[in-house]
C-alpha cells in the first residue's frame, strides 16, 4: 500500500520554510493563548455579542473546564500535527492547501467547544464536517480516497440534519437557545414529546459525529486520509465533538432514563465490537482506527454514567487518548512514509532502521495499554472505578473487558510487532527514520503521556475542572478528587496476560473473523450503507415515474389530496377548542349562489364536451360572484362577473374556432372517476371545516376600530369604506382595476372581430339569407 506522500516534487514547487513556519506559529500561539487563559481568566468566563436579535440568537462563547481540555487538546495536539506535516508533505505540491484546511478546521473546533448558542455550534459543527470532507478526500486523484470522503460527509451530515432538527426543538421547548441557559433549566423539566424527539436527534447527531454503532462504519474508512489528518481528526478534534456535546447536555439530561441508557448501551456495545473488529485488519492505520472506534464508545458510556467518578473518568480519557493515539497515528505515517507500506505482514525488525519511531511506539504503546507510570495507567484506574458501580449493567463490564485486552493487543502490534517481530516475508529492505519533524512530535507527545502518568498532579485541577463542567454543583467532591496510582495489580496482570494473549493469537483470530465475516458481511452496516446509496437512484427514479407522469388530473389530485391532509391535520389541534356557532338560516341570495355552484360542479362531472364543460364550470365561477355580492363584498363580485364573462367568451370562441377546423372536442378520460370525487369532496369538506372555523374565533374589532380611528386623521375622509379602498388598501384596488383592464384588453379583439363579421353582413344581405338554413 502506497502511502500518502508519494509524489513527484518536480510537478510544482512546495511550501517555502518560512510559509510553513508561519502556520506552524498559528497552533502554537493558539495554544500559548489557551495557556494564559487557563492561569489568569477565572472559570467560566463567557462574552457574547448580538447577531441576529430577531431570532434571538448571539454569538455567545463560553469556556469552561470542559471546553478548556479539549482548547488544549485542539491546540496542543494541532501544533504537534502542523509540524509533523511540514516533514511529512515536505515537497508536496499540495501541502499549502493541506495547510490552509487544518487551520480552518482548527478554528471551527475551537468555535464548537466554546459556542453558548445551539444555532452557532450547529454552524460550526457543520463546518468541521465540510472540512473534514476536504480533507479526507485530499488526495482527490484517488478514487478510495473520493469515496471514503463521500461517506463520512453523508454519514456525519446525515447526523448534521437531524442534530439541528433536535436544536430546534429544544430552543422551542425551551425558549432559549443559550445552551448553559438549556443546561440549567432542563433538570426541572418533566418529559415531554418535543423534549424527548429533541434528544432523541441530538444522539443521532452525536453519534454519527463519534462513529457510534450503528454509525461507527465512516471512521476506518477515512483512513486513506493522510496520516496527519488521520493523526488530528481522528484522536484529539472531530471525533470526539460527539462526546462532548453528551458531556455538556448530561447535566440536563442525565436523569432521563432514556438518555443514561442509550448511552450505556450504544457505548458499551461500540467499545467491544470495535476493539473484535480491529482484528480483522492487517493495515496498521485501519487497526488504530478500530481502537478509536471503541475508545469513543467507552468515553460515550462513562458519559452514561452517574456520579462524579464517571465524569473524572471522561476527562481522563480524553486527554489520554489524545496523548497515546496522535504519537500512534504519527508512527504508523512514519512507517508508510519509510516502508512504502502499512500492512502488518510486511514489516518487522524496524527497531534498526527507525529507531526513534520504534521509541515513540513503545512510549505511546505503554500508555495505550495501561502500563505502570503512563497517564493511560491513571485513566483505566479510574474508569474501572467508575465502572465498578452498581449502576452499571453486566454487559457493560463485559465489553470494558474486551476493550481492554484487545487495546493491549494492538498496542502490542503497533510498538512490538512491527518493530522486533521478523515476518515471515521481509519486504521492507529500504527502511529508514524520518527527520526531526517526523520523530520529533510523536516523541513529544508520547512522552508527556509518561510525564502526566509520573507526575499526575499537573493536570489534576484540569481533570477536575472539567469534571465540574459535567456535574455542577458538586464543587468541593470534585476538587478534592486525587489521581491515585492504578488498580489492584491483580486486575492490571490479568487484563496485560489477556491482551498478550490476543496479541500472540492475532493471526489466528484474524483468520477466524475473516470467515466469519465472509458469511455475515452481507448484513454489515458497510453493506447496508452501499445498498442505500444504489436504492436512491432507483427510489428517485420509481418516485418520477409515478409523480412526474404528465397527466394534468394526477397532478390535480396529487396536489388537492396532499393540501387536504395538510389542512385537515392542522385544523384538528384548533378544533377541539372552539365553540362551533349557532346555525343560522341563509336568505334567498345566498341559496340561489349555492344552487350555481354546486350546479356547475356536478354538470361539469358528466361532461365529455369540452365547450359544454366550459360552460358548466362557468357556473361556478357566477355562483361565486353571487355570494360575493350578497356577501358584501360587491367590488370582488362585479370584479369577478367581468373575469368571468370574459374567460367563457374567449375559451368558448377558441373552442368554437377549433370546432369549425374539425378538431375533435372530446375528452379522451371520462368525466365521471369516483377517485377524483372522493378527493375533490374531502377537499370540499376540508376548506368548509375552515371556514367554519374562521367563524367560531371570536371576532377580533381591532382592525375595524384601526381603521375607524386613522381615517380622517390620516386618511382625510369619514367615509371608512372609500378610505379603505383607495388609501389603506391601494395596492389591492389597483389590482382590481388592472385585471378588469387586462379582461378588456384580452376581449377587445374578440370584439373588434365580432364588430367586423356584423359589417360584413351588413354589406351582404343577400349572402347571409342563403346562408341561413
Same mark, same amino acid.
Given at each position: ?10 510537478? $510544482? ?102 459556542? +453558548?448558542? @445551539? ?10 464536517? !465540510? ?12 478514487? =478510495? ?133 480491529? !482484528? ?6 485501519? %487497526? ?17 454514567? #452517574? ?27 512514519? &512507517? ?8 502488518? +505482514? ?35 484506574? %479510574? ?31 503497533? =510498538?512490538? $510487532? ?29 512522552? &508527556?503521556? %509518561? ?11 484540569? %481533570? ?18 486525587? @489521581? ?34 465472509? $458469511? ?83 354538470? =361539469? ?62 375528452? $379522451? ?59 389603506? #388598501? =391601494? ?31 351588413? #354589406? ?10
Amino acid at each position: 500500500m502506497a502511502h500518502t506522500a508519494h509524489h513527484d516534487p518536480h510537478d $510544482r514547487p512546495g511550501m517555502s520554510g518560512l510559509a510553513r513556519a508561519l502556520f506552524v506559529l498559528l497552533p502554537l500561539s493558539a495554544l500559548g493563548a489557551v495557556l494564559w487563559l487557563a492561569g489568569q481568566v477565572d472559570l467560566p468566563a463567557s462574552v457574547r455579542w448580538g447577531w441576529v436579535p430577531a431570532l434571538g440568537v448571539d454569538l455567545a462563547f463560553q469556556v469552561d473546564g470542559l471546553s478548556l481540555l479539549m482548547l488544549l487538546m485542539i491546540t496542543g495536539v494541532g501544533s504537534a500535527v502542523f509540524v509533523y506535516a511540514g516533514g511529512y508533505l515536505a515537497g508536496h505540491p499540495q501541502q499549502q492547501r493541506l495547510f490552509l484546511l487544518l487551520t480552518l478546521f482548527m478554528l471551527a473546533m475551537i468555535g464548537c467547544v466554546t459556542a +453558548d448558542n @445551539l444555532i452557532v455550534l450547529f454552524l460550526f459543527w457543520e463546518m468541521t464536517s !465540510l472540512l473534514s470532507f476536504l480533507l479526507v478526500g485530499f488526495n482527490h486523484e484517488d478514487a =478510495a480516497s473520493r469515496k471514503s470522503a463521500q461517506q463520512a460527509l453523508l454519514v456525519t451530515g446525515s447526523g448534521g440534519l437531524a442534530l439541528l432538527a433536535g436544536f430546534i426543538l429544544l430552543g422551542q421547548a425551551m425558549g432559549s437557545w443559550s445552551i448553559s441557559a438549556i443546561v440549567a433549566a432542563l433538570p426541572q423539566q418533566t418529559p415531554s414529546p418535543a423534549l424527548t424527539a429533541a434528544l432523541v436527534l441530538i444522539l443521532v447527531g452525536a453519534f454519527t459525529k463519534s462513529a457510534q454503532f450503528p454509525f461507527h462504519f465512516w471512521l476506518p474508512n477515512a483512513m486513506s486520509a493522510p496520516t496527519p489528518v488521520s493523526a488530528y481528526l481522528h484522536s484529539a478534534t472531530m471525533v470526539k465533538l460527539g462526546v462532548y456535546l453528551l458531556a455538556r447536555l448530561d447535566p440536563g439530561f442525565g436523569e432521563w432514563t432514556l438518555w443514561e441508557w442509550a448511552l450505556k448501551g450504544a457505548g458499551s456495545l461500540t467499545a467491544a465490537w470495535g476493539m473484535v473488529l480491529a !482484528l480483522r485488519e492487517r493495515d496498521l492505520k485501519r %487497526i488504530l482506527a478500530w481502537s478509536t472506534v471503541a475508545t469513543l464508545g467507552t468515553l460515550v458510556a462513562l458519559v452514561g454514567l #452517574r456520579g462524579e467518578g464517571a465524569t473524572v473518568a471522561v476527562g481522563a480519557l480524553l486527554l489520554a487518548h489524545a496523548l497515546y493515539k496522535a504519537p500512534l497515528f504519527f508512527v504508523a505515517g512514519n &512507517i508508510d512514509h519509510g516502508t512504502g507500506t502499512r500492512v502488518i +505482514d510486511r514489516l518487522g525488525n524496524l527497531r534498526h532502521a527507525m529507531p526513534w519511531t520504534a521509541a515513540a511506539a513503545l512510549l505511546a504503546g505503554a500508555s495505550m495499554a495501561g502500563m505502570p507510570m503512563s497517564f493511560g495507567y491513571i485513566a483505566k484506574d %479510574i474508569i474501572l472505578t467508575a465502572k465498578g458501580g452498581d449502576d452499571v449493567f453486566a454487559f457493560a463490564r463485559a465489553a470494558n473487558t474486551v476493550f481492554g485486552a484487545i487495546a493491549v493487543a494492538v498496542a502490542a502490534v503497533a =510498538a512490538i $510487532r512491527v518493530f522486533w517481530r521478523r515476518p515471515g516475508n521481509l519486504e521492507t529492505p529500504h527502511a529508514h527514520e524520518g527527520g526531526p519533524a517526523l520523530v520529533g512530535p510523536p516523541l513529544v507527545l508520547a512522552g &508527556i503521556g %509518561i510525564v502526566l502518568g509520573l507526575f499526575p498532579f499537573v493536570v489534576q485541577d484540569l %481533570i477536575a475542572e472539567a469534571s465540574l463542567a459535567m456535574t455542577p454543583g458538586t464543587e468541593a467532591v470534585v476538587v478534592g478528587l486525587a @489521581l491515585e496510582v492504578g488498580p489492584a495489580l491483580a486486575s492490571v496482570a490479568v487484563t496485560l496476560a489477556a491482551g498478550l494473549t490476543v496479541f500472540l493469537l492475532w493471526d489466528p483470530l484474524h483468520r477466524l473473523f475473516e470467515r466469519v465475516a465472509a $458469511r455475515t458481511g452481507p448484513f454489515g452496516m458497510v453493506r447496508l450503507y452501499e445498498r442505500a446509496l444504489q436504492g436512491i437512484p432507483r427510489l428517485a427514479a420509481g418516485a418520477t415515474r409515478a409523480l412526474q407522469h404528465g397527466r394534468l388530473p394526477g397532478y390535480g389530485l396529487l396536489l388537492l389530496g396532499s393540501a387536504s391532509l395538510a389542512l385537515g391535520a392542522l385544523a384538528l389541534p384548533i378544533a377541539s377548542g372552539l365553540d362551533w356557532p349557532a346555525w343560522q338560516a341563509p336568505g334567498w341570495g345566498w341559496l340561489g349562489g349555492c344552487a350555481l355552484v354546486v350546479a356547475g360542479a356536478v354538470l =361539469a362531472l358528466f361532461q365529455r364536451d369540452r365547450l359544454v364543460l366550459l360552460l358548466a364550470t362557468g357556473l361556478v365561477g357566477y355562483g361565486s360572484a353571487v355570494l360575493f355580492l350578497f356577501g358584501g363584498a360587491p367590488d370582488v363580485a362585479f370584479t369577478q362577473f367581468v373575469v368571468e364573462s370574459v374567460f367563457v367568451i374567449v375559451a368558448a370562441s377558441v373552442l368554437i374556432k377549433l370546432r369549425q377546423q374539425g378538431r375533435g372536442q372530446g375528452l $379522451r378520460e371520462a368525466g365521471w372517476r369516483p377517485g377524483a370525487a372522493l378527493v375533490a369532496a374531502v377537499f370540499g369538506a376540508v376548506v368548509a371545516g375552515w371556514l367554519l372555523l374562521s367563524v367560531a374565533v371570536p371576532f377580533d374589532a381591532s382592525l375595524s376600530a384601526f381603521f375607524a380611528e386613522r381615517s380622517v386623521p390620516e386618511a382625510h375622509g369619514r367615509n371608512v369604506v372609500n378610505v379603505i379602498l383607495v388609501d389603506f #388598501r =391601494a395596492l389591492d384596488t389597483l389590482g382590481e382595476i388592472t385585471v378588469v383592464m387586462l379582461s378588456l384588453l384580452a376581449a377587445l379583439p374578440l370584439l373588434q372581430a365580432v364588430r367586423a363579421q356584423m359589417r360584413r353582413e351588413r #354589406r351582404q344581405p343577400g349572402a347571409a339569407e342563403e346562408g341561413q338554413p
